[in-house]
């Protein structure tokens, strides 16, 4: 049925593997290329990681899911070299508002202040990124992707992971040492590792149409509840890229979602939405939304990223961006151990970042769940009380939940974090929040930095490495053990940061001209930060002491004793 | 300090208060009742402030405490 786009099909090859009685090994496999599996590629690519890239369909995903992108995926695909597409290709949005019946209750501004190089969201058909994706690790070749080759046996042994792939030529077996489990809320690896998939399903059905149509409603997210064309209901208004436009409309469960998808049934639904205007239809699909997770998403040597590790309602725009900031999370450790730069147990952090940040995730969806499909008589006296006092009642505004937008995730407690309240760091009452945005454990926020005489963003220059930023004054000096930090392994990168142009021995310096990156990262002269290689902050400190960075650049490896350390160093 | 919910006697004229309370709710169907008492609930709970007194008030109200 999708009109404005037509997915590639790319080519199943055999290959080497599948000749008989070979049980090839490859070092990683990534199981699914979605969204999330293609993103986890692609992030070890830039690491030089190569990868086997395993998917049992031959093309990018069909019809339109995931819309929305939010401003810390933009960042991620920056960083793996396809943000610019997002931008160029996507709708750029901050303003939403919120109806009930025929009346504006409320609106929003995502207030975009300026200074950052990606907006709040960008909306666009969950096809596009794939299709760059795939062509990014096509471009950095170390990616081997084998299309229709569905794995359908996991087993973990001790030292490695057993495959069986089926494909049209029948099924090869392989073996590796990690796998990362991307094949989607219906995974096949967690089937085959028998693991339990815990939460609620909420009893609700949506209709989910996407119309092609020339329309002049502004660029903004349009929320209603019991609106007239659809009484007793909530709908959703949404532009994608192409004149698509995404509209939700909210069922009950009662609906037959056979007879809910038949053509006529939806464009009389649509008819009384949009009027006479000229529409055509894209795309329709009936869901039921459900909250679920694993228990821990690592086992052993294998890792569930994306929905094959939690599953939440889309509202509030938390699968996708979620799963990418799962791959940005995991990749650069995965890396790390397998450059021997740091133990295996770096990987149980991914755990212990992960597991919050899914739970955080399923928290908001699930409360704007419930706002949207109260359960009972009681919950819809509440939601409608809030919704109509929200017309007249600032307060009440707040209250109003139809989507609590994707942020990232900060970390808060993360073990490889190095607490502001320690030796080394600020000194600080027990349990005080730190002084200045962001929190060891969160990510840097962006601003516009000049490096050379060129403008540029301060993220852009953080790249994928660790990262030593340190605020200069015009007449502070340099300190002289900074250049050694960059030649050690791994490195760290001395990047200087200072308002105005001054003299930097020779490093890299930006000049933070309007005071923005110095603002948005609590920077004061002297103010040393150290980023991981996912651009999330792992130390601050008031000064500069070259051995305190050391100890926290080894504490983000999960390096925590002197026996680990010599077992890595050598 | 934190403040806690006051549960000592503080209105001047208890029974007028309740007399109006009794009054808009007299001719309500009980879906308009339910929506009239969700309204009190979230503009007193906006008006106190404090979410901790708010859960407080709560807990004794759902027989989870005594007060
Ligand atoms: C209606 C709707 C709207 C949404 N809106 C948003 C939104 O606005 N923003 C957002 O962030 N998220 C949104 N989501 C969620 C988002 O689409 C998912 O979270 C995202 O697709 C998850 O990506 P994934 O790569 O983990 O899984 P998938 O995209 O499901 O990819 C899994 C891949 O694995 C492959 N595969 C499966 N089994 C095997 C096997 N045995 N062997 C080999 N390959 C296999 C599949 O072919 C597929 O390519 C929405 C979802 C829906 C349904």
Redesign the interface.
């Known amino acids: 049925m999708p009109k404005t786009y037509e997915n590639p099909r790319f080519d199943y090859r055999r290959c080497a593997d599948q000749q008989p009685g070979a049980v090839a090994h490859h070092p990683v496999v990534v199981v699914g290329a979605g969204l999330v599996g293609l993103t986890a590629a692609v992030d070890l690519a830039t690491r030089g990681v190569p990868c086997l890239l395993l998917d049992d369909d031959d093309t990018v995903s069909f019809g339109s899911r995931a819309i929305c992108f939010s401003k810390r995926s933009l960042e991620i695909a920056d960083r793996l070299g396809v943000g610019g597409r997002f931008l160029e290709k996507g709708i750029t949005w901050n303003r939403g508002k919120v109806f009930l019946k025929d009346r504006e209750v409320y609106a929003f501004d995502l207030l975009p202040e300026p200074g950052h190089a990606y907006p709040a969201f960008v909306n666009l058909q969950q096809y596009y990124p794939e299709e760059w994706l795939v062509e990014r690790a096509r471009e950095l070749g170390l990616t081997e992707i084998r299309w229709k080759n569905r794995v359908t046996e996991v087993v973990q042994e001790d030292a490695r992971v057993r495959l069986t792939v089926e494909t049209p030529d029948g099924p090869y077996a392989i073996t590796c040492d990690w796998l990362l489990a991307c094949d989607g809320a219906r995974s096949q690896v967690r089937r085959c590792l028998g693991l339990e998939f815990k939460g609620q399903v909420f009893k609700d059905r949506f209709l989910i149409a996407d119309v092609i149509m020339k329309a002049d409603f502004p660029t903004e997210r349009w929320f209603w509840f019991d609106p007239p064309f659809h009484p007793g209901q909530s709908v959703l208004l949404h532009r994608q890229a192409d004149d698509v436009w995404r509209i939700d409309f909210q069922l009950g469960w009662d609906a037959d979602p056979e007879a809910e998808k038949q053509p006529e049934r939806v464009l009389s639904r649509l008819k009384a939405m949009l009027g006479e205007r000229d529409f055509e239809l894209e795309w329709v699909s009936v869901y039921t939304f459900q909250c679920r997770r694993l228990d821990r998403f690592r086992h052993g040597r294998i890792l569930f990223l994306g929905d094959s590790a939690h599953q939440v309602s889309p509202f509030g725009a938390r699968g996708g961006n979620g799963g990418m900031q799962d791959a940005d999370n995991l990749c650069w450790k995965l890396a790390a151990v397998l450059e021997g730069t740091a133990p295996e147990t770096l990987l149980d952090s991914y755990d212990d970042e992960r597991v919050p940040a899914a739970d955080d995730n399923i928290l908001n969806s699930t409360r704007s769940t419930d706002f949207i499909t109260p359960k009972n008589a009681a919950s819809r006296a509440f939601r409608d009380a809030v919704l109509e006092l929200s017309g007249q009642q600032a307060f009440a505004r707040r209250l109003v939940n139809s989507g609590r937008l994707s942020l990232p995730w900060g970390n808060a407690g993360s073990p490889l974090s190095t607490p502001c309240d320690e030796p080394g760091g600020v000194a600080l009452p027990p349990g005080a929040p730190c002084p200045g945005a962001p929190c060891p454990g969160a990510p840097c926020p962006d601003a516009p930095v000049e490096r050379d005489g060129r403008p540029d963003w301060l993220l852009r220059q953080l790249g994928d490495g660790f990262v030593l930023l340190l605020a200069l004054a015009p007449d502070t000096p340099l300190p002289a053990s900074l250049a050694a930090l960059a030649r050690e392994v791994p490195a760290i990168r001395p990047l200087l940061i200072a308002p105005a142009p001054r003299d930097a021995g020779g490093l890299p310096l930006l000049v933070d001209g309007q005071g923005l990156a110095a603002a948005r990262c609590g920077l004061v002269p002297g103010t040393a930060l150290l980023f991981r290689p996912d651009q999330h902050l792992a130390a601050r400190w008031p000064a500069f002491d070259a051995a305190a960075v050391r100890a926290a650049r080894d504490r983000a490896l999960g390096i925590v004793s002197d026996q680990e350390r010599k077992a890595v160093a050598s | 300090m934190t403040a806690h919910l006051e549960t000592g006697p503080r209105l001047d004229d208890p029974d007028a208060l309740y007399e109006a309370l009794m009054a808009a709710y007299r001719d309500l169907p ?2 308009e009742a ?2 009239l ?3 009190l ?3 007193l709970a ?1 008006h106190i402030g404090d979410a901790a007194v708010v859960r407080e008030a709560l807990a004794i109200a759902s027989g989870r405490t005594d007060g």
């Open positions: 009980d879906a339910l929506k008492s969700a309204k609930v979230l503009l906006n």
